[in-house]
């Protein structure tokens, strides 16, 4: 069954530091979203994209943040200068669809430690 | 505003009983999907099922059934026979159209079915 992939699975970083996520969706979706979890607390979206630009992002995706769709393949999630809040799992999704008509497919997640 | 309330942070079972998980929502919208998924410790999200506003009809699958009542915005989840695997985190989630599949997650219920 096709998935969704996410790497690093964990990344420990720096205050201050530039973090990258990567993402491979699923091979025919178009549409692709960041999710957050910190732990213990409930999923946050972040942004969603479509046709190599963002669709919509929420108040967290700040200047801080960035996404990319570099080739054909991979969707990343940058973070220009980590903050300890910025610990947590983050997960990739896509979709062929728009969400509401859609199923959203979700990677196992990047968890990512800053201190 | 859009709000999804999942007033049930922890729930403990016993194997074979049944469970209900209670959703409730808040959207303006007359249009707008409802989505369950389960993150077992693993870490993933995995998803469950997605349910649009026009339709009421209460869906079963398997063990699992929701209970969708637009009169009390709530879409409940119902695990019969609960068994040890079913232990998980589970979210409720809600979408809107045009909202670029942005996705509000409830805070989630974690279930714990003991042998």
């Known amino acids: 069954e096709p998935e969704v992939t996410q790497t690093p699975s964990h990344q420990v970083t720096q205050m201050g530091q530039e973090v990258i996520l990567r993402c491979v969706p699923i091979?025919?979706?178009?549409?692709f979203y960041w999710y957050r979890q910190i732990l213990g607390q409930k999923v946050e979206f972040l942004v969603s994209f479509y046709n190599n630009e963002i669709s919509e992002k929420s108040e967290i995706f700040d200047d801080q943040f960035s996404v990319e769709r570099p080739d054909g393949s991979n969707f990343t999630l940058k973070i220009r200068s980590t903050k300890l809040e910025d610990s947590a799992m983050y997960f990739c999704?896509?979709?062929?669809?728009?969400?509401?008509?859609?199923?959203?497919?979700f990677g196992e997640g990047s968890r990512l430690t800053v201190l | 505003a859009q709000k999804v309330t999942q007033a049930q942070t922890e729930i403990s079972v016993v194997e074979k009983e049944d469970v209900t998980l209670d959703c409730v929502y808040e959207t303006r919208d007359t249009t707008y999907y409802l989505f369950w998924y389960k993150q077992p410790p693993s870490g993933e999200l995995v998803f469950l099922i997605r349910?649009?506003?026009?339709?009421?009809q209460n869906e079963i699958s398997g063990r699992y059934s929701w209970n969708f009542q637009k009169s009390t915005s709530s879409f409940n989840f119902t695990i019969t026979a609960s068994q040890v695997v079913d232990s998980a985190v589970y979210f409720c989630a809600l979408s809107e159209p045009n909202q670029g599949g942005k996705l509000i997650f409830g805070q989630g219920t974690e279930l714990s079915v003991k042998p």
């Open positions: 091979s025919n979706h178009l549409y």
């Open positions: 349910r649009n506003s026009f339709d009421e």
């Open positions: 999704a896509s979709s062929d669809r728009r969400t509401n008509t859609g199923e959203l497919f």
